[in-house]
């Protein structure tokens, strides 16, 4: 029976959705528990100044009014909410934190992309527990993305890129589907980027990718959403190229009905895919392993006692 003071409610408010992981404490893989994910596309719409729209606060309290409910039944000794990106970079962030305090009776913490990156990286590497050398872990959100290059003893290098599946999504691909152009657009702010991102982590290792949209990617692939069969699973460049081809040529209705895809990230998983396809190429790389375990397990890690 799990102890009641190993239990941790962890609820990330992201970029594009919002996660409640229910942690009863140390498992075989790491953390364990029952997860939830909620679209809540905190980022869409926002204003030219990073300021979240009222719809997406909304759509936020609405969530967190579910998540409260199920936390209260939980009963966990700690409550951690951490917001990212989105929350960061607006400048509004006091009406988020004032619905969460609401909501969940504690404020949430801010991380910063340096906070983000790293316990993205704690979580991934229990996906890779048997890899005893260098890796980048790879977290393409909604509106940033983390590059986290490190062995066993953790990071390396970090940084946290203002590049994200709905940030430049929004930017760039403003037809549906979108045009060609827009698509090099992206394709083109996303290189730079990523070209002075791996140069300040130390140069790119063998990926491994985390979160939302790789998970999605992955899900596309097999055709149905198992997170058993996704974790692990190797995307190739190849395929992630391929993806981003198929998905750019569809509407946002035709990507709503593909399988294993959740119908909500349809709107921006064609930008977060050319993202991934960007990371690879500038990388070098021809394949990335795919983790369930990110960031919901880092900051989960950090409130439980050592196993």
Excluded: K
Excluded at 54 to 59: D, I, N
Excluded at 145 to 170: A, D, H, I, K, N
Excluded at 220 to 233: C, M, N, R, S
Aim: proline content about 7%.
């Amino acid at each position: 029976m799990t102890s009641p003071g190993h239990r941790v409610a962890v609820v990330d408010i992201g970029s594009n959705s919002t996660r409640l992981f229910l942690c009863t404490g140390w498992g075989p893989g790491g953390p364990a528990g029952e997860r939830t994910t909620t679209i809540t596309a905190l980022r869409r719409g926002a204003a030219a100044d990073g300021s979240i729209a009222r719809e997406a606060v909304l759509r936020l309290d609405r969530c967190l009014e579910d998540y409260a409910a199920r936390i209260a039944a939980f009963a966990p000794a700690a409550v951690v909410p951490v917001a990212t990106s989105a929350v960061r970079d607006a400048p509004n962030r006091g009406e988020v934190a004032a619905v969460v305090r609401a909501r969940l009776g504690v404020p949430p913490r801010v991380l910063t992309g340096d906070e983000e990156a790293r316990a993205s990286f704690a979580g991934a590497r229990l996906g890779v527990p048997d890899d005893d050398g260098v890796v980048m872990v790879v977290d393409v959100g909604g509106a940033s993305t983390e590059l986290v290059r490190g062995g066993p003893r953790g990071p390396e290098g970090t940084v946290s890129l203002q590049l994200g599946g709905t940030r430049q999504t929004e930017r760039h691909l403003r037809h549906d589907p979108p045009l060609p152009d827009e698509v090099e657009a992206l394709l083109a702010e996303a290189g730079g980027l990523v070209d002075g991102g791996l140069a300040t982590i130390g140069g790119p290792a063998p990926a491994v990718g985390v979160a939302g949209t790789v998970t999605s990617l992955a899900a596309i692939e097999l055709g149905t959403y198992d997170p058993a069969a996704v974790h692990g699973q190797v995307l190739t460049g190849a395929a992630v190229a391929a993806m981003a081809e198929r998905l750019c040529a569809m509407t946002v209705a035709e990507r709503a009905a593909i399988p294993g895809l959740e119908a909500l990230r349809a709107p921006i998983i064609h930008g977060a895919c050319l993202i991934v396809r960007a990371v690879l190429e500038r990388a070098g790389l021809d394949a990335m392993r795919v983790s369930e375990r990110d960031l919901l397990d880092g900051v989960a890690m950090a409130h439980l006692p050592h196993p």
